[in-house]
């Protein structure tokens, strides 16, 4: 049974950075991209970014092109999304999930929600 | 990017009735769109993709259909149970975008 298992929640201040990592199981993770979503409040699901599980390339929403960095470490089956320069306006619940098909997901992980206030 | 416009954004039905729910495309999109379920609190669940194919699990209360820039998920027959927010997402074009969310309330 696939299962993708997010970090906690997160408080940040303005300009701060914040990684969430996804930890996966019940599949080969280097078969299969993760891609990273969020949802602030009363907004619309926004992509942000993906990387591939087997050779690492990303690619990223030219909106966060330069505060995202997403990794992974394969011996972990964990993926991991930082941002960087922490606004208020990055209040939101941030999602991992595990590319299906070719191009929606079937498989979440459970949200973080990270809360930038000063 | 391509713009997703749903309608309406929200509405109000009882058990046991139809609902249906749209979304537009700026572009056209090939079928290449998801319909997901939202539980406040919880993950999307994916409830069908490529249009109008049903993902494993999901009952055959749900279904889909559209081509080009329109496409609909139709509920019929409401279960308490389906009371919750619903999203469509484009996946023709990276960066794949979203819906605003139709938000199914019991009357």
């Known amino acids: 049974q696939v299962h993708l298992v997010q970090s906690g929640a997160e408080v940040k201040k303005p300009g701060a950075s914040v990684k969430v990592s996804c930890e996966t199981s019940?599949?080969?993770?280097?078969?299969?991209?993760i891609h990273w979503v969020r949802q602030a409040p009363g907004q619309r699901l926004e992509w942000m970014g993906w990387?591939?599980?087997?050779?690492?390339?990303?690619k990223y929403s030219q909106k966060f092109q330069d505060r995202v960095t997403i990794t992974r470490d394969t011996s972990a089956s964990t993926a991991y999304m930082e941002l960087r320069s922490l606004r208020s306006e990055d209040t939101a619940l941030y999602y991992c999930a595990r590319l299906d098909g070719s191009g929606f997901y079937a498989h979440w992980g459970q949200g973080t929600l990270v809360t930038v206030s000063s | 990017d391509i713009q997703m416009t749903q309608s309406p954004s929200s509405l109000s039905a009882s058990v046991g009735d139809s609902v249906t729910i749209t979304c537009r495309a700026s572009q056209g999109i090939s079928n290449s769109l998801a319909w997901y379920q939202q539980i406040p609190g919880k993950a999307p669940k994916l409830l069908l993709f490529?249009?109008?194919r049903l993902d494993s699990g999901v009952p055959s209360r749900f279904s889909g259909s559209g081509s080009g820039t329109d496409y609909t998920l139709t509920i019929s027959s409401l279960q308490p149970e389906d009371f919750a927010t619903y999203h469509c997402q484009q996946y023709y074009r990276v960066p794949s975008t979203f819906g605003q969310g139709t938000r199914l309330d019991i009357k």
């Open positions: 019940g599949y080969m993770f280097t078969a299969y991209a």
């Open positions: 490529a249009a109008s």
């Open positions: 990387i591939n599980g087997a050779n690492g390339n990303t």
